[in-house]
């Protein structure tokens, strides 16, 4: 993937959910009050890890220190 903002190549890589499913939450959203829930303010980008690990595919830019996320591509 080229980055969208210096347009080099991102490294492929991933944000790992172990003990509960990673989500994105709005700046002044509340987090969850337990791991078994999403916010209400936000969305699930990635599986809850019930049995297995799970994974959040994440491209990350070193020139620029970003990281871009897509939410479909979940594992």
Do not use: H
């Not at 337990?34 to 049995?51: C, R, V």
């Amino acid at each position: 993937m080229i980055c969208p903002y210096c347009k080099k190549e991102m490294e492929e890589g991933f944000i790992p959910a172990i003990t509960m499913r990673n989500q994105w939450i709005k700046k002044d959203g509340k987090i969850p009050a337990t791991i078994f829930t999403t916010s209400k303010d936000g969305f699930a980008i990635s599986e809850f890890p019930l049995f297995t690990r799970k994974k959040t595919i994440a491209n990350y830019c070193s020139e620029c220190e970003t990281i871009i996320i897509s939410v479909k591509k979940n594992e």
